[in-house]
């Protein structure tokens, strides 16, 4: 945490609008010595999954909590880790990882809370396709779709044409330092 809070003194002249996963998810005591220590927002979340934890993350001071949908139990979850923030006086932002459905969860999500901060998109013409331009980003702004359900059709047999091949994902947590880091 000394090294996270060296950094978060060292950008908060620039004034971000957060100070995002400054120490690993776990450690919520080095979070609390963050967020008392450094004049910025603290966010942490996408690697959380319960609400026990975003609790604790609350309780250790992190002023935006950034749900992945896909991994922290979907909209109902969402909306109880929402209210655990607003009742803390925390914004969330929702994170996204998992693509364009997660992205449709996140906008039904963020519609319904008051103490949203925003939406993260990664925005690719795939994408698009995929949801069939359901969602779009308009002068900074989404639109929830008012379609049943998430609000997009997936196009089935596009995704099945581009099966995902990949052994992992970007997110995982691990038990032991990647080989070779250190040496």
Excluded at 10 to 21: N, Q, S, T, V
């Amino acid at each position: 945490s000394a090294g996270a809070i060296r950094l978060g003194e060292a950008i908060a002249p620039h004034a971000p609008l957060w100070f995002e996963e400054p120490v690993p998810p776990d450690d919520w005591e080095g979070l609390a010595k963050v967020a008392a220590s450094v004049p910025l927002p603290v966010a942490t979340g996408e690697r959380l999954t319960t609400k026990a934890e975003f609790a604790l993350a609350l309780k250790a001071g992190a002023a935006i909590l950034q749900p992945a949908l896909g991994r922290a139990g979907g909209l109902w979850e969402g909306r109880k880790i929402a209210t655990l923030a607003e009742a803390a006086g925390a914004q969330i932002a929702p994170h996204l990882y998992a693509g364009p459905v997660e992205w449709a969860a996140n906008v039904q999500l963020a519609a319904t809370v008051p103490n949203l901060l925003m939406v993260e998109t990664i925005e690719t013409e795939f994408h698009h396709r995929l949801i069939g331009g359901a969602l779009k980003v308009e002068a900074g702004f989404v639109t929830p779709p008012e379609a049943p359900g998430l609000g997009i059709e997936v196009d089935e047999a596009m995704a099945r044409a581009h099966p995902y091949e990949g052994e992992g994902l970007h997110l995982e947590m691990q038990e032991a330092m990647p080989s070779g880091l250190w040496d």
